[in-house]
């Protein structure tokens, strides 16, 4: 099987390819350990088969030899597996300034950076370095544009501190891997000023996904927590799901497939939201672990993605539901209810638990806001 990979799937390929991802080696399955990039593909693999994995001109880069692969959603299945190269790739910006193997900044000053290069924080760079290599990192984004205007702007520092070098880091789909830290790993970086300004502290954008059974009180949270964030004058976007699902999703039903795509769907948009600064607040149900991996993967590394699993017990959300979804559910007049007849796969990466059975909406508010201030 021949698998096109593109954007962010393809420069994690390469990542790989490339040697510079410390103990990784290929595709590892969703929720497994050690974790590493992910990959799915049309559903009909099975084990020991060979994937041909290529740009999106079907130029094949190498072959993945499948040892894994986990049931996923929309006819799609996730594989492990190693890779081996065939042959270099030739697309993505800034490939003079890729990292390689042969990179040794053991005894360099490195200064990371992403967005855009502030004086202030260059002027410190060089003034840390002084008499050592600088090595300057532009961390990649997801708009070709602004990683090129990124690393012209460190090549413009570059050229007024003799010896210094400019370095790029694509943005990748690598899952949980950060693709600079990683990087910056294998070539032995002791010394690294971070100056990127991904935080949501620093007034840049994230994602907030609250996922939890339905009457939960997700959406109480969620509605408190963009109340407080507009009063702090930041740029929030609360997606409510029903109306995210009438304006992006009208057409799909509440299968596992269509619920994957419209969660997918919000993700794009919340990603878009983030790049520009804003916090976007989600609130579906979200029930199934891959579908989250999914949403997470199209946000990160550009943006914080904070996972929050509302836990509060079925017995207390069947008993606030004042739309009567759940007797509805139990009569058998809906079909696919989760918590009913359709699965809650419980996430084992939240970044935090909170129960509206023991928590009011204030301190449940107060505990996110303390995970965004890191």
């Known amino acids: 099987m021949m698998v096109a990979l593109g954007g962010g799937r393809l420069e994690a390929l390469e990542l790989v390819l490339s040697g510079l991802l410390p103990g990784v080696r290929g595709y590892a399955l969703p929720g497994t350990t050690p974790s590493g990039p992910m990959l799915d593909v049309p559903a009909g693999v099975t084990v020991g088969d060979e994937l041909e994995l290529c740009d999106h001109e079907n130029t094949p880069l190498a072959v993945l030899t499948v040892d894994g692969v986990q049931e996923g959603l929309g006819g799609r299945v996730w594989v492990a597996g190693g890779v081996r190269g065939l042959r270099e790739a030739q697309h993505g910006p800034a490939r003079a300034f890729r990292f390689t193997g042969a990179d040794d900044f053991s005894k360099a000053v490195v200064a990371v950076f992403s967005g855009a290069v ?98 939960s009180g997700k959406s109480t949270i969620a509605r408190a927590l963009a109340e407080r964030l507009a009063g ?13 699902r009438a304006e992006l999703a009208s057409e799909l039903g509440f299968s596992p497939e269509d619920r994957h795509t419209n969660l997918v769907r919000q993700a794009w948009v919340g990603a878009r939201v983030a790049e520009a600064g804003g916090i976007a607040i989600c609130a579906p149900i979200a029930p ?12 990160e590394p550009q943006s914080q993605f904070i996972l929050v ?23 058998g007049e809906i079909t696919d209810f989760t918590g009913i007849d359709s699965p809650y796969e419980v996430p084992e990466d939240a970044d935090l638990v909170i129960d509206t059975s023991t928590l009011s909406v204030a301190e449940c508010v107060e505990s996110v806001a303390a995970i965004m201030a890191g």
């Open 118 to 215: 502030r004086v202030s924080d260059a002027m410190h760079a060089v003034r840390v370095a002084e008499g050592r290599q600088l090595v300057l990192v532009a961390e990649g984004s997801s708009h070709w544009a602004d990683s090129a205007r990124l690393v012209g702007e460190l090549v413009a520092v570059a050229q007024q501190v003799p010896g210094s070098v400019v370095r790029f880091v694509p943005q990748a789909d690598l899952g949980p891997i950060n693709a600079v830290d990683a990087v910056l790993s294998s070539c032995g970086a002791r010394q690294v000023l971070d100056f990127r300004q991904s935080s949501a502290v620093n007034g840049e954008g994230a994602v907030i996904l609250f996922t939890g059974l339905s009457g």
């Open 309 to 331: 699993y509302v836990s509060t017990p079925l017995e207390v959300a069947e008993a606030r539901d004042r739309k009567g979804l759940y007797a509805k559910a139990r009569a």
């Open 288 to 299: 199934f672990a891959a579908s989250r991996a999914a949403m997470r993967a199209k946000v």
């Open 232 to 244: 702090a004058g930041r740029r929030a976007v609360l997606l409510d799901g029903d109306h995210v």
